[in-house]
């Protein structure tokens, strides 16, 4: 009889590792140096000694956004008006600490993207948009445009709430953009690439929960550490449990090492519960707990969107 395995996360989101990561293990186009931490023909599980800590304060960062409206700037300078996006994006803290966790701030922003140097301020009965230029007209640069003013707020954020020089920033997603923040590892919920060669991944498919690989360094468009660590999982798909952390390629490599061992003491006690999050075990609480707040602070969709047409007819 042929054998199987459910994928631990709810199928209406994309698997943990993607399919194209799966069928490319063994293969990478990435700059690699894979002997930061120990000798590339001798990686293992490395589990954080009696000498490692958890960090006292963890704070956890995350933004969502949404296109509230697609639409047209007519542009004095064009005989075509421009296509842009009306948007409302919103970002927030968590600090994570021995006595639980609290809510340290969020904040709500809307914005009007467009190429046009005419691109209006709009102002509604609900909302202000404020005007915000893009590279070009695609929905590509609109998009990307979008996420560096969520990346930005994020980081304003996380730069007024470092309070402690012992804290720890999570922030959700690559660290792209964010390397130049102290103490700051960027979390990875989803594999779409599989960057290690196959000895290397078969460390990974061996971690044990509450267990890393060694450090290495990895060079796509930009440079940065990394390491794989294993949340507590129940599932024996391929690489279920497993996040990815980044921090800045300039960090010492006994730096990074450190902020390792604190990360993967640290994460297993957050780990999301498959019951309450079809995203567990990587989808940390603090994290989707934010999420469904900041979604919350973005509005009514269809109230935004009703108020953007009234304006538009003014």
Request: aromatic share 6%.
């Amino acid at each position: 009889m042929t054998g199987f395995t459910v994928d631990p996360w709810d199928p209406g989101y994309a698997a943990a590792l993607a399919v194209e990561a799966l069928s490319e293990l063994g293969s990478t186009s990435a700059e690699l140096v894979l002997d930061v931490e120990r000798p590339a023909a001798d990686w293992k599980p490395v589990t954080p000694g009696p000498e490692a800590d958890p960090p006292r304060t963890l704070l956890v960062a995350d933004g969502v956004r949404r296109i509230d409206a697609r639409v047209w700037v007519h542009d004095p300078g064009s005989a075509m008006p421009v296509p842009g996006i009306a948007a409302s994006y919103a970002a927030g803290i968590v600090r994570c600490g021995q006595d639980g966790a609290d809510l340290a701030e969020i904040q709500v922003e809307r914005t009007l993207i467009s190429a046009s140097p005419d691109t209006p301020e709009v102002r509604t009965g609900h909302a202000l948009y404020r005007p915000s230029k893009a590279a070009d007209s695609s929905f590509e640069e609109l998009s990307l445009a979008l996420q560096r003013q969520v990346t930005q707020l994020e980081v304003d954020l996380a730069v007024r709430h470092r309070s402690a020089s012992d804290d720890l920033l999570l922030v959700d997603g690559p660290l792209r953009g964010r390397t130049h923040l102290p103490r700051t590892v960027g979390y990875i919920k989803t594999h779409h690439t599989a960057y290690l060669p196959s000895p290397q991944s078969a460390v990974v498919a061996a971690l044990a929960p509450g267990q890393r690989t060694p450090v290495f360094l990895m060079g796509t468009s930009w440079r940065r550490h990394a390491w794989y660590v294993r949340l507590p999982v129940r599932s024996t798909a391929p690489w279920a449990g497993v996040a990815r952390c980044e921090a800045g390629a300039d960090l010492d490599p006994a730096q990074v090492v450190r902020l390792a061992d604190a990360l993967t003491l640290a994460l297993p006690p957050l780990a999301g519960v498959d019951y309450k999050d079809p995203r567990a075990p990587q989808n940390l609480v603090p994290i989707g707990g934010l999420e469904k707040l900041l979604r919350h602070h973005l509005g009514d969709a269809r109230l935004l969107y009703r108020a953007l047409r009234s304006a538009a007819r003014e």
